[in-house]
């Protein structure tokens, strides 16, 4: 690539405010498969510089027309990815005609034909592939749009409520929407298919009846409900904690198949993936039942937190995406489990985000230079953004927290505003000073604790130090304003109060600086701490906890991820143990016994119980080391799960037969199909008889829950009756595409040298497609994110696969190519051989003709 050829950076310090305003957009769309022809009247007035050009944004779009006020123009220039206009009056309206061509854009972004229906997306910057248009978020019009198609496209969709609709001359049809609300582009839609339609309605707490609409391929209706209720759900939880209704008179969610992320908030018609809607209890499973109801319950909570207030600029991503995961992570922990999912959310953490953020692609919460903007939706700016906005909530408190959410809607309503906003309207609602606490939004990088404890029997006081790292990759970091959240357990397992001189203490610690120490007295024995109770901040913590310590935080902390996540750190603990010293063979036997008491006694959340069963993934154990040893991990994990199944098989067998569940959603029922699936885990472990028959009835079971447990159990097992179940469930599924994507994710997991070829003969399979992303994402990212023995096997042929893939869907989808690159980014973590190996696919890509500004952004970071 050329100097002059290289896609071009933005920098946050270089937001200039726009100079013109687009008060009101009108659009007219005349859908044809390869000519669509786009007319917009744009009302323009001018607020900045009296000189300045008009400057338009648009990509892959055939200019057919120009007019100021009805009269056609020649003052314009096209340059790059430009529109230039210069002499515009002060205001004025301006008409453009552009021809796109929708079934020819595979890249799932703008305006595309796939599946059979017309569909957009314009985040971030898809709008300039529909027509020329101030393509930024800080540009807030209404917007009167018209869409004109034949008639097989049945409903003919677009924002905010439908005002007039007929037939053309032509036999044609034609529908109109208005959306009275301002929004930038990036929330536009438009949507036009033949599509099975479940109509439902909500009542606000206001009185005002909203129409609830959901569409859907032909045929399937039966898998609607959930996503509906889930709707209501999240109507209800928004007006009852955040005092929060809707505003138009109709919500609508279409379901498409071919589409880039899980779903997308455009103002009053959601478009979502499908595979983020649809569910029965034959083919979702409970993880697929709660993923949904959280993202229906996160693209709803957008109708505030990001569209009514939107970002200035896309670098404030975090602005709507950070708090909208920490409204949706609340809704789902109000409605079920909290602890459950403040574990799902702090996996997520330190697994994907610490090493996002200790990576080549590091970046802040609100990043300061992009070159694609599709790039930054990351686990940084979404959930490390969520994390920041727990932290704020766990500073001021569920009142303050709200008082700061009012303030924010009262004073930014309508309008494009900034990360630093939204934290002054918390600020001044609660007094409290965030001022350090803002270093979060500017500093990337996970900070470093250290915790020294000290007990002194004379004075019968506990002192606890904290020490604050700057994140080896980020040295000049200055310290953050960490809230650090603390339980001291005695003997018995009781909590004990916090004070100091007779002065009662909270149990979330300020620690601001390098170096803080926090005593505690009236404590009469060595006490047993909690730290990051909750995993209050996102940090590494090092601690000296001791195993007899972490068991008995297991048995005892008031907070059940703390439990949960001493019982990790006795895993992590053993399996490090064993890598560096390997005379220290097996689990302890103190492990192994508290397992045997929590599958005994069933005692509280079965869910739970399910996950305390769990080994750390490959993904945490690799962070725990400078260089990932990759054998070792494989094949200590392995071990310590045989060990698990062998010791605790007669236990597992009575826990498994024990639990029956009706089949239902209910909480009690996904709990226990949850511990089931644990169970069934390591039954396929071992030589029990029984082992297969429960393995073969689960796996014939109409609830998909359960015939997926049985199904993924066999394969990790390598079991000998994995391929006659995988050949029943092909011929039983073939018809349903979601339900295959499970199915191409089995498979992607295979053990053995055949892993490859496998993967290589699946993609003649009749459902694979290379241009649908879900499809991609099943089959082969799969494999390299979880089948971390074959992907990284030493002769590089999974990262042949992974290269060659990469090659072919830089040319169809670059979103989706540049997020299927994620395990290469980490490459300098590995051995030599397998590090080389790495940089070698990536050196493949940097050699590339036409490779993508997505694929550019990183295979350069990853190569500096
Ligand atoms: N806002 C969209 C994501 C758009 C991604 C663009 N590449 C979905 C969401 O976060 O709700
Ligand atoms: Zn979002």
Same mark, same amino acid.
């Given at each position: 690539?050329?100097?002059?050829?290289?896609?071009?950076?933005?920098?946050?310090?270089?937001?200039?405010?726009?100079?013109?305003?687009?008060?009101?957009?009108?659009?007219?769309?005349?859908?044809?498969?390869?000519?669509?022809?786009?007319?917009?009247?744009?009302?323009?007035?001018?607020?900045?510089?009296?000189?300045?050009?008009?400057?338009?944004?648009?990509?892959?779009?055939?200019?057919?027309?120009?007019?100021?006020?009805?009269?056609?123009?020649?003052?314009?220039?096209?340059?790059?990815?430009?529109?230039?206009?210069?002499?515009?009056?002060?205001?004025?309206?301006?008409?453009?005609?552009?021809?796109?061509?929708?079934?020819?854009?595979?890249?799932?972004?703008?305006?595309?034909?796939?599946?059979?229906?017309?569909?957009?997306?314009?985040?971030?910057?898809?709008?300039?592939?529909?027509?020329?248009?101030?393509?930024?978020?800080?540009?807030?019009?209404?917007?009167?749009?018209?869409?004109?198609?034949?008639?097989?496209?049945?409903?003919?969709?677009?924002?905010?409520?439908?005002?007039?609709?007929?037939?053309?001359?032509?036999?044609?049809?034609?529908?109109?929407?208005?959306?009275?609300?301002?929004?930038?582009?990036?929330?536009?839609?438009?949507?036009?298919?033949?599509?099975?339609?479940?109509?439902?309605?909500?009542?606000?707490?206001?009185?005002?009846? &909203?129409?609830?609409?959901?569409?859907?391929?032909?045929?399937?209706?039966?898998?609607?409900?959930?996503?509906?209720?889930?709707?209501?759900?999240?109507?209800?939880?928004?007006?009852?904690?955040?005092?929060?209704?809707?505003?138009?008179?109709?919500?609508?969610?279409?379901?498409?198949?071919?589409?880039?992320?899980?779903?997308?908030?455009?103002?009053?018609?959601?478009?979502?993936?499908? !595979?983020?809607?649809?569910?029965?209890?034959?083919?979702?499973?409970?993880?697929?039942?709660?993923?949904?109801?959280?993202?229906?319950?996160?693209?709803?909570?957008?109708?505030?937190?990001?569209?009514?207030?939107?970002?200035?600029?896309?670098?404030?991503?975090?602005?709507?995406?950070?708090?909208?995961?920490?409204?949706?992570?609340?809704?789902?922990?109000?409605?079920?489990?909290?602890?459950?999912?403040?574990?799902?959310?702090?996996?997520?953490?330190?697994?994907?985000?610490?090493?996002?953020?200790?990576?080549?692609?590091?970046?802040?919460?609100?990043?300061?230079?992009?070159?694609?903007?599709?790039?930054?939706?990351?686990?940084?700016?979404?959930?490390?953004?969520?994390?920041?906005?727990?932290?704020?909530?766990?500073?001021?408190?569920?009142?303050?927290?709200? !008082?700061?959410?009012?303030?924010?809607?009262?004073?930014?309503?309508?309008?494009?505003?900034?990360?630093?906003?939204?934290?002054?309207?918390?600020?001044?609602?609660?007094?409290?000073?965030?001022?350090?606490?803002?270093?979060?939004?500017?500093?990337?990088?996970?900070?470093?604790?250290?915790?020294?404890?000290?007990?002194?029997?004379?004075?019968?006081?506990?002192?606890?130090?904290?020490?604050?790292?700057?994140?080896?990759?980020?040295?000049?970091?200055?310290?953050?304003?960490?809230?650090?959240?603390?339980?001291?357990?005695?003997?018995?397992?009781?909590?004990?109060?916090?004070?100091?001189?007779?002065?009662?203490?909270?149990?979330?610690?300020? &620690?601001?600086?390098?170096?803080?120490?926090?005593?505690?007295?009236?404590?009469?024995?060595?006490?047993?701490?909690?730290?990051?109770?909750?995993?209050?901040?996102?940090?590494?913590?090092?601690?000296?906890?001791?195993?007899?310590?972490?068991?008995?935080?297991?048995?005892?902390?008031?907070?059940?991820?703390?439990?949960?996540?001493?019982?990790?750190?006795?895993?992590?603990?053993?399996?490090?143990?064993?890598?560096?010293?390997?005379?220290?063979?097996?689990?302890?036997?103190?492990?192994?016994?508290?397992?045997?008491?929590?599958?005994?006694?069933?005692?509280?959340?079965?869910?739970?119980?399910?996950?305390?069963?769990?080994?750390?993934?490959?993904?945490?154990?690799?962070?725990?080391?400078?260089?990932?040893?990759?054998?070792?991990?494989?094949?200590?994990?392995?071990?310590?799960?045989?060990?698990?199944?062998?010791?605790?098989?007669?236990?597992?067998?009575?826990?498994?037969?024990?639990?029956?569940?009706?089949?239902?959603?209910?909480?009690?029922?996904?709990?226990?199909?949850?511990?089931?699936?644990?169970?069934?885990?390591?039954?396929?472990?071992?030589?029990?008889?029984?082992?297969?028959?429960?393995?073969?009835?689960?796996?014939?079971?109409?609830?998909?829950?359960? &015939?997926?447990?049985?199904?993924?159990?066999?394969?990790?097992?390598?079991?000998?009756?994995?391929?006659?179940?995988?050949?029943?469930?092909?011929?039983?599924?073939?018809?349903?595409?979601?339900?295959?994507?499970?199915?191409?994710?089995?498979?992607?997991?295979?053990?053995?040298?055949?892993?490859?070829?496998?993967?290589?003969?699946?993609?003649?399979?009749?459902?694979?497609?290379?241009?649908?992303?879900?499809?991609?994402?099943?089959?082969?990212?799969?494999?390299?994110?979880?089948?971390?023995?074959?992907?990284?096997?030493?002769?590089?042929?999974?990262?042949?696969?992974?290269?060659?893939?990469?090659?072919?869907?830089?040319?169809?989808?670059?979103?989706?190519?540049?997020?299927?690159?994620?395990?290469?980014?980490?490459? !300098?973590?590995?051995?030599?051989?397998?590090?080389?190996?790495?940089?070698?696919?990536?050196?493949?890509?940097?050699?590339?003709?036409?490779?993508?500004?997505?694929?550019?952004?990183?295979?350069?970071?990853?190569?500096?």
């Amino acid at each position: 690539m050329t100097e002059s050829s290289k896609p071009q950076a933005q920098y946050l310090k270089d937001y200039k405010a726009p100079d013109f305003l687009i008060d009101h957009t009108e659009l007219t769309f005349d859908l044809q498969p390869l000519s669509t022809k786009v007319s917009s009247l744009l009302t323009l007035t001018r607020v900045g510089d009296k000189k300045a050009p008009l400057v338009l944004d648009g990509i892959d779009l055939r200019l057919l027309s120009l007019s100021v006020d009805t009269v056609d123009i020649t003052d314009y220039e096209i340059v790059g990815e430009q529109l230039i206009i210069n002499n515009l009056p002060d205001s004025c309206q301006l008409s453009i005609v552009t021809e796109i061509s929708p079934e020819t854009n595979t890249s799932l972004e703008g305006l595309y034909l796939s599946g059979g229906a017309y569909c957009t997306q314009c985040e971030a910057q898809g709008f300039r592939k529909i027509t020329y248009y101030m393509d930024r978020p800080d540009v807030l019009a209404t917007f009167d749009v018209t869409i004109i198609a034949d008639k097989k496209y049945l409903q003919l969709l677009s924002n905010g409520n439908q005002v007039d609709s007929g037939e053309t001359s032509d036999g044609r049809h034609f529908v109109k929407w208005q959306d009275p609300f301002k929004k930038p582009s990036y929330l536009f839609a438009l949507v036009a298919g033949d599509f099975d339609v479940l109509k439902d309605t909500y009542t606000t707490k206001s009185g005002k009846d &909203v129409e609830l609409a959901l569409f859907v391929d032909k045929g399937n209706l039966s898998k609607t409900p959930h996503a509906i209720a889930s709707l209501k759900k999240a109507m209800q939880w928004d007006e009852e904690r955040f005092n929060l209704e809707y505003d138009l008179d109709i919500y609508m969610i279409v379901a498409v198949d071919f589409f880039n992320m899980g779903a997308m908030e455009n103002k009053g018609l959601n478009v979502f993936n499908s !595979k983020c809607v649809l569910a029965n209890q034959e083919t979702a499973t409970d993880k697929d039942y709660h993923t949904i109801e959280s993202i229906v319950g996160h693209e709803y909570f957008h109708n505030w937190t990001g569209n009514r207030v939107t970002c200035r600029d896309w670098f404030q991503l975090s602005l709507k995406e950070g708090l909208t995961v920490f409204r949706d992570q609340e809704f789902s922990s109000d409605l079920g489990s909290r602890a459950l999912n403040r574990i799902d959310a702090v996996k997520v953490m330190r697994t994907h985000q610490f090493s996002e953020d200790a990576g080549p692609m590091a970046h802040p919460i609100r990043p300061e230079k992009v070159i694609e903007m599709n790039n930054f939706y990351t686990v940084t700016v979404y959930d490390k953004g969520a994390e920041v906005i727990r932290m704020m909530h766990t500073l001021l408190g569920e009142t303050n927290f709200q !008082k700061g959410m009012t303030l924010y809607f009262e004073r930014h309503d309508g309008q494009a505003v900034t990360c630093d906003d939204f934290v002054s309207a918390m600020s001044d609602a609660s007094g409290v000073n965030l001022e350090q606490f803002k270093l979060w939004y500017s500093q990337s990088g996970t900070p470093r604790l250290n915790a020294i404890q000290h007990f002194d029997s004379s004075s019968n006081t506990y002192t606890l130090t904290i020490e604050q790292a700057a994140p080896d990759n980020q040295p000049d970091n200055k310290p953050l304003h960490i809230p650090f959240a603390i339980e001291l357990l005695d003997a018995n397992g009781e909590s004990i109060a916090l004070q100091y001189k007779g002065k009662k203490l909270d149990d979330v610690l300020d &620690v601001t600086s390098t170096t803080q120490t926090f005593s505690f007295d009236n404590i009469l024995e060595k006490p047993v701490a909690v730290l990051l109770e909750d995993f209050s901040a996102p940090c590494i913590l090092n601690q000296q906890t001791t195993e007899p310590e972490l068991l008995h935080i297991m048995r005892f902390a008031r907070s059940d991820f703390s439990r949960w996540d001493a019982q990790q750190q006795l895993f992590i603990k053993a399996i490090k143990s064993q890598i560096t010293d390997t005379t220290n063979s097996m689990l302890s036997s103190e492990t192994i016994n508290a397992l045997r008491v929590l599958i005994n006694t069933k005692e509280g959340d079965l869910a739970l119980i399910a996950e305390l069963f769990k080994l750390p993934s490959f993904d945490t154990l690799a962070a725990e080391f400078e260089v990932i040893p990759v054998d070792e991990i494989i094949e200590i994990t392995e071990k310590f799960e045989q060990q698990i199944a062998d010791e605790l098989a007669d236990e597992l067998l009575a826990c498994y037969e024990s639990l029956e569940d009706d089949g239902s959603i209910s909480a009690s029922s996904v709990a226990k199909r949850a511990l089931k699936q644990t169970c069934l885990h390591y039954l396929a472990k071992t030589q029990k008889p029984e082992a297969v028959s429960f393995i073969k009835e689960a796996a014939s079971s109409t609830n998909m829950t359960n &015939v997926l447990g049985a199904l993924s159990a066999v394969v990790k097992a390598s079991h000998p009756i994995q391929e006659e179940l995988l050949n029943h469930f092909d011929s039983q599924w073939r018809h349903d595409v979601l339900v295959m994507d499970k199915w191409f994710a089995l498979q992607a997991m295979q053990s053995g040298n055949k892993a490859i070829d496998n993967i290589k003969a699946l993609y003649e399979h009749p459902c694979f497609d290379f241009s649908n992303p879900n499809r991609v994402r099943a089959l082969v990212g799969s494999f390299s994110h979880f089948n971390t023995a074959q992907f990284h096997r030493s002769d590089a042929q999974g990262y042949t696969l992974l290269g060659d893939l990469l090659i072919k869907l830089n040319a169809i989808n670059p979103q989706n190519a540049s997020r299927m690159l994620t395990p290469f980014m980490s490459w !300098k973590r590995y051995d030599d051989v397998r590090s080389q190996a790495m940089k070698l696919q990536l050196q493949r890509l940097a050699n590339l003709d036409g490779l993508s500004a997505d694929l550019y952004e990183k295979v350069e970071k990853a190569l500096a």
